[in-house]
């Protein structure tokens, strides 16, 4: 089910055809503020916007914040061979796979959460 997913908005738009598109952004937010990453995420967040808010803070932890990238990895809990896989070309390319981890990722948590807790 979640590796069929190509693409960061594939992901929202699967989030949003489940109804979870709100606990999505919750649980993104949570793990961000638990890598002591900072981040303006209203609650009403449009997809769009998400997927660029997101972007834009991978790509700058990238360049500038390494370390704290790697913890946010870690504390999301991305696959590491799934980062090692990461085939972009320039650092704009693979902040946007890394992205695209993330929410897979994150999703993946909003899901079971709702599918198994009671």
């Known amino acids: ?10 992901v929202i738009q699967e989030a949003v055809a489940h109804q979870l598109y709100e606990r999505l952004v919750i649980q993104l937010k949570k ?5 002591n990453i900072s ?20 790509y700058y932890l990238l360049l500038e914040r390494f370390p704290e990238y790697l913890n946010l990895l870690y504390i999301i809990d991305v696959p590491e061979k799934a980062i090692t896989n990461i085939t972009g070309k320039d650092i704009v ?3 946007e796979e890394v992205t695209f981890l993330i929410l897979r990722r994150e999703w993946q948590k909003v899901w079971f959460k709702s599918k198994y807790s009671s």
């Open 31 to 35: 793990d961000i503020a638990l890598a």
């Open 39 to 58: 981040i303006s995420l209203p609650e009403t967040v449009t997809p769009k916007d998400l997927k660029e808010a997101l972007h834009e803070k991978i």
């Open 93 to 95: 390319d693979m902040a």
């Open 1 to 10: 089910m979640f590796n069929n997913l190509g693409s960061s908005i594939e």
